[in-house]
Structure formats: C-alpha cells, structure tokens
C-alpha cells in the first residue's frame, strides 16, 4: 500500500513538469504586457520612474506581510526604501531597526550585482525580518529544528493538517539541491525566467526550511529570480500584492499541488495569472498618473479654490483613496468641508469647467466623474488611435496619410482630433486630425491607397491580409498631423 501523501515523498521528486499548451500562450501574453509597461515607463521623467520603483517595492514589502496577516507601520518602510534608493527629494521620516532590514534585504533582492544564491544570504534575511527581540520558540537566522513541521488550522483538538514538511534530517540535502538549482538554471537558456520564477516559488515553500518567515523569504526569493530575469519591469509591478488580493486561492492551489503529482501546470498557470494582473495593476497606475499629469496641463490656469482641488486629486488618485463611483454632493461636503450649498455650488462649477462630468443617474443618486475625454494640446475632446511601431516615423514625417480599418476600429468623423499611440507599449507618440472616413473594399485598394501609405500596393495588401486575414470591406481614415 503506497502511503505517500505529500509531493516532496515521490521517487520523482523533483522532477517538475508541466503541460506547455496551456503555459506558453500565457507567458506570451504576459510578457506582452511587461514590454507595454516598461514602455510606458520609459516614457516618463526619471523622477516617476523612481516613484514606480518605490511603491511597487513597498506595497511587495507591505503585501508579504499582510498575507501572513502581519501589518507593518508603512511611513517607516518607505522612509527606509527612499534612503537606500537615494531619493533625495523624500522628507526624510522616522525609520525603525525592522524597516532598515527590510529595506536592506530589498537591496538585495534587486541588486544587479548579486552573486549565487547562499544559506547566509538567507540566514541575513531572516534575521532583518526577525530583529531581536524575537519570538522564543523562533531560531533566527538558524533552519528550524527537529520538530515535525506542519501547516494546520482550526482549534485544538480539531486542527486541520493542509501540509507537512519534509523532516529535518532531510532538509539539508533537499535545501542544497534547490540552492544549486537556483543558482544554475538562472543560466540555463531553455528554461523561460518566468516559469523559473514560478517553480522557485513552489519549491521553497514546499521545503518550508524555517519556523516562521517561510512566505515571506519565498517570495523574496521569487522577486530575486523575476529581476535576474529582467532588472527593469520587476522594478515596476509587485506580485505579493497580487497574492494578498487572491490569498484563499494561493493557499489552495499550494495545497492542492503540495499533494499531487510532479505536474505543476495548475500552479505555474495560477502563478503566472497573478504576475499578469500585478503587471496590469501597475500599469493602470502608471495610466492613472499620466492622466492626473495631463489633466492638470489642462486645467492649470483654472484658479480652482483650495477645496475643488482638493476634491479633484482624491477623484484622480482613484484607488482606496479614491471614489470609484464618482462621487455625490454629499461626499465632497465632507472632502471639502464645505456646506451643502457651497458642496453644491462648486460641482456646478467643475461641470461647466470641463474637470467633471455628471453621471446619467439623477436626484440623490447624482455623482460626478473626472472628464477624462480632453486634449493637452487642443481644447477639443480626443478619441485614442494605435498604429504599429514601424508606422511612427512615417507618421511623424507626414508620409503616411491614411489608414485602413475594419469597421470596429473606425469609429472616427471629419474633423475629430486624435490621440495616437505605439500598439506595442501603449506610448503616445502624436496627434492627428481625421480629414475623412470612407468605405473602400479590399480588391479596390490602388497605387494611390499605397502611396498615400507609403508602401508598394503589394506591401500594403500584404500587410491588411496580415491584420485583417480574409476582411474584404474596410475603411479607410484619411488623417492629418497637427
């Protein structure tokens, strides 16, 4: 009869695999959206890239924490990080002994000079998490001790076993393969860094090494692998927070996969699901951002009392400090500590100014949004196009004149001013104004429709069959650069 109930006691063990028809299209996808963040990180001051840097480190420090439902005193961390990554231009704040060894061992997450992965590496992490005092039954910096170490719940006498570690005779040995495996496949080309990342996770944790803190350096073990993957995006998106969002899902895949097979496809396709909407969390801050910038670009000259602008950047910040509905008459009397008359008054006034619009819904029910449908540069409201990257300097040139559509993405008149974006990064390049938008069918398109494009009307049938493989009817927006 075969007692084995946990992964680590399989003959395999570990030999990892996983089934790459359902793993690759979603590594496609996900670096797809890393490369669209870094752009649009790129296109920012360095002073907002450094700001990226520090809130996606601090929330990855402030959401390990919170999962194992640990809150830390956030000011104190990010007072610690801003002086390690030397902004200059952060008030200096009060920094406690724990702060400055989470910031350190941060450091060393994201140091692009870091040699082979080591026990005193981790032994040091341990510690920073751990400052002394620390709890008695803890062995600081030190593997746990010969205890039978278990992941369990419930009350005494009805406690729930959801996993068991390998036991202390055998950690040394399982710890120095999965050291030398980290420190080995970090080079090894055939395996993506991502997945590397993903498997680092679950190996660590499954060896579960410490008393306590296991989560924690596991998931600074991952950070560590996704920046020798890529130095520049893991700098940007923080997969704890992403985690602590969907943490009874973690601890059940964990679970789940803890007691199965080899085949780790159910949780390399879950951890892979949560490095993308950590990417997209990141990047709708970043969006949010440049929108805030812009909208202020606009509206600089407005002479807005202290109150309205007050208002205004809570509706811009959106998030926990925001309101995501809009916000009512009532809501900003408070915000502005205004009466209700004045509350009132000044909404009227951010509507015919063009900074709010109002909700469809009337009476009570009335809230009041951010108009976000304005240009920086022109005082009309803008629609969004996204040529290919290969397009722009024909563009900019005045070279290209038209493009050809399908119907969806045709949705344009004479005489609407465009924002235009990189389809790739998302990062906006000009502006344009649509002249005209006509019907033409594909087996009609002419020398004059490839000149217009800059192209051979070969190359430009080429590339509208790549686009839009068999489409016949198309539309084609003529535009102008302005």
Not at 321 to 333: D, L, R, T
Request: with cysteine; charged share 25%; proline share 4%.
């Amino acid at each position: 009869m075969d007692n084995r109930q946990w992964i680590w006691q399989s003959p395999e063990w570990p030999q990892f695999n996983w089934d790459d028809d359902i793993i690759q299209p979603q590594l496609r996808q996900t670096r797809l959206k890393i490369g669209k963040l870094v752009g649009k990180a790129e296109s920012r001051p360095g002073h907002d890239a450094a700001e990226y840097s520090l809130d996606a480190m601090l929330s990855n420090i402030l959401s390990s924490f919170a999962i194992e439902n640990e809150r830390l005193d956030a000011h104190s961390v990010r007072s610690s990080l801003a002086k390690r990554l030397g902004l200059t231009w952060h008030l200096p704040g009060t920094t406690t002994e724990h702060s400055e060894g989470l910031a350190k061992m941060m450091m060393d997450v994201f140091n692009p000079q870091a040699g082979d992965l080591t026990e005193s590496l981790i032994f040091q992490w341990h510690c920073w998490l751990f400052p002394e005092p620390a709890p008695a039954f803890l062995r600081r910096g030190e593997w746990r001790g010969d205890a039978t170490m278990r992941v369990v719940s419930g009350r005494i006498g009805k406690e729930k076993v959801h996993y068991q570690a390998p036991p202390r005779e055998q950690l040394c040995a399982e710890l120095t393969a999965f050291m030398q495996w980290y420190n080995q496949s970090r080079y090894r080309a055939a395996l993506d860094p991502l997945l590397r990342a993903g498997l680092a996770h679950f190996w660590f944790i499954t060896l579960h090494p410490f008393e306590d803190g296991n989560g924690r350096i596991t998931r600074a073990l991952t950070d560590m692998a996704l920046f020798q993957a890529d130095d520049q995006s893991v700098r940007l998106y923080a997969v704890s927070e992403a985690i602590l969002n969907h943490r009874k899902d973690y601890y059940n895949v964990l679970e789940t996969t803890q007691r199965g097979t080899m085949d780790l496809t159910a949780w390399l396709s879950w951890f892979l699901k949560m490095l993308e909407t950590s990417v997209d969390t990141a990047t709708r801050r970043i969006d949010q951002t440049l929108a805030k910038t812009l909208f202020w670009q606009v509206h600089h000259n407005s002479a807005l009392p202290a109150e309205q602008v007050k208002v205004l950047n809570r509706l811009l910040d959106g998030g926990n400090n925001g309101f995501a509905e809009g916000i009512s008459a009532g809501q900003y009397q408070k915000v502005a500590k205004v009466s209700k008359a004045t509350a009132t008054r000044h909404l009227a006034d951010l509507v015919a100014r063009g900074c709010l619009t109002k909700t469809a819904a009337g009476g009570r029910s009335s809230r009041y949004i951010i108009n976000n449908t304005f240009s920086p540069f022109i005082g009309n409201f803008m629609k969004d196009i996204t040529f290919y990257g290969r397009f722009e300097d024909d563009i900019l040139a005045g070279r290209k004149t038209i493009t050809l559509r399908e119907a969806s993405d045709a949705n344009f008149s004479a005489g609407d001013k465009v924002r235009v974006s990189r389809y790739e990064d998302d990062v906006f390049f000009c502006n344009i104004e649509v002249i005209s938008v006509t019907p033409v069918m594909f087996d009609d398109l002419n020398e004059k429709h490839a000149l217009q494009e800059n192209m051979t009307l070969e190359q430009l049938k080429d590339v509208i069959s790549e686009i839009y493989p068999g489409l016949k009817e198309l539309f084609m927006i003529e535009f102008r650069l302005i």
